[in-house]
T-cell receptor
Framework: TQLLEQSPQFLSIQEGENLTVYCNSSSVFSSLQWYRQEPGEGPVLLVT?????EVKKLKRLTFQFGDARKDSSLHITAAQPGDTGLYLC??????????FGKGTRLSVIA | EPEVTQTPSHQVTQMGQEVILRCVPI?????FYWYRQILGQKVEFLVS????????KSEIFDDQFSVERPDGSNFTLKIRSTKLEDSAMYFC????????????FGPGTRLLVL
């Protein structure tokens, strides 16, 4: 069973600060996705990464897939209150179903 | 932008009753999935569906659960005799091609079994 470990579990920061959250596993993944989930809603896709070492940017969000395709990070620059939410990573390994991490709950305080 | 829709948004039912959760996939997507998320826990895979057949299912997806695409547009999840522990958010997701493609999630149905 593949496990995706996300850290930290909770993060509370001031508006304007930078932060990085992590998604780690001992398994190699063919692709990895980051989602953001608001309370009572479905996960909303932010990005998909497929190549080891790949870096993708989405405005103030930077996503990196590890060289060995076992881990990923999400960096947010100058966090804003609108970034508050639950950030989930999810990944595939071969033909296995999509596996989710437990998420990092981010709170950005104005 | 095309999106996955789900109905109802909320469902309250008595233990032992049957429920049907409905999903309308993105129109050109061929792979459909159901997931559930018990309050405070991970999103968990239930089942994947392609070409009118179940392609994979998890241990959670026991004989109480079934899926079908009754009319070529809706994709449904039926729970035949609900249990208290079936209370959760149920998410439908769809992808364009192979199941390793990026999946797009619906807003979910919150099921409460009393």
């Amino acid at each position: 069973t593949q496990l995706l470990e996300q850290s930290p579990q909770f993060l509370s920061i001031q508006e304007g600060e930078n932060l990085t959250v992590y998604c780690n596993s001992s398994s190699v993944f063919s692709s990895l996705q980051w989602y953001r989930q608001e309370p009572g809603e479905g996960p909303v896709l932010l990005v998909t990464v497929v190549t080891g070492g790949e870096v993708k940017k989405l405005k103030r969000l930077t996503f990196q897939f590890g060289d060995a395709r076992k881990d990923s990070s999400l960096h947010i620059t100058a966090a804003q209150p609108g970034d508050t939410g639950l950030y989930l990573c999810a990944a595939y390994s071969g033909n296995t179903p999509l596996v989710f991490g437990k998420g990092t709950r981010l709170s950005v305080i104005a | 932008e095309p999106e996955v829709t789900q109905t109802p948004s909320h469902q309250v039912t008595q233990m032992g009753q049957e429920v049907i959760l409905r999903c309308v996939p993105i129109s050109n997507h061929l792979y459909f999935y159901w997931y559930r998320q018990i309050l405070g826990q991970k999103v968990e895979f239930l089942v994947s569906f392609y070409n009118n057949e179940i392609s994979e299912k998890s241990e959670i997806f026991d004989d109480q659960f079934s899926v079908e695409r009754p009319d070529g547009s809706n994709f449904t999840l039926k729970i035949r005799s609900t249990k208290l522990e079936d209370s959760a958010m149920y998410f439908c997701a769809t992808s364009h091609r192979a199941h390793s493609e990026t999946q797009y999630f619906g807003p979910g149905t919150r099921l409460l079994v009393l």
